[in-house]
C-alpha cells in the first residue's frame, strides 16, 4: 500500500518562497508519475504540477509556470515542490498524488491512485 506523507506547508509573504517534499513509501518508487494538486477553500481540487517516473518530464498548470518547480529524487522516495515569487491566490491545502503503475501525467483528480493528507500553504498579500 502506498503511502504519501507531504510537509514543507508555512505562512509567507507575497513574492516569498517554499519548498514541499512528499515522501512515498510501500511501493517501488520509480514505478509511477506523481503529481502535486492544490486546493483553496471553497473551491476544487486542481492540478499543479507532474513529474514522469524518471523525473525527466514536467508539466505545469499555467497558473504556475516559471514560478514552481517540481523535482523527484528516486533515491530518497521523495518528489519536492519548489515554489518561488508565491501569490495570495497560491493560498490552498497542497497535496501530493501518485499515479501508479503508469509513467504518463495526467491533470485529471480521477488519475490519480494514492494521495497525502495535505499540507496548508498560506500567503499573505
Known amino acids: 500500500q502506498v503511502q504519501l506523507v507531504e510537509s514543507g506547508g508555512g505562512l509567507v509573504q507575497a513574492g516569498d518562497s517554499l519548498r514541499l517534499s512528499c515522501a512515498a513509501s510501500g511501493v517501488s518508487w520509480s514505478d509511477f508519475a506523481m503529481g502535486w494538486f492544490r486546493q483553496a477553500p471553497g473551491k476544487e481540487r486542481e492540478y499543479v504540477a507532474g513529474v514522469t517516473s524518471s523525473g525527466a518530464g514536467t508539466h505545469y498548470a499555467d497558473s504556475v509556470k516559471g514560478r514552481f518547480t517540481i523535482s523527484r529524487v528516486n533515491a530518497k522516495n521523495i518528489v519536492y515542490l519548489q515554489m518561488n515569487n508565491l501569490k495570495a491566490e497560491d493560498t490552498a491545502v497542497y497535496y501530493c498524488?501518485?499515479?501508479?503503475?503508469?509513467?504518463?501525467?495526467?491533470?485529471?483528480?480521477?488519475?490519480?491512485?494514492?494521495w497525502g493528507q495535505g499540507t496548508q500553504v498560506t500567503v499573505s498579500p
Open positions: 498524488a501518485a499515479r501508479l503503475w503508469t509513467d504518463m501525467i495526467a491533470t485529471g483528480v480521477e488519475s490519480y491512485n494514492a
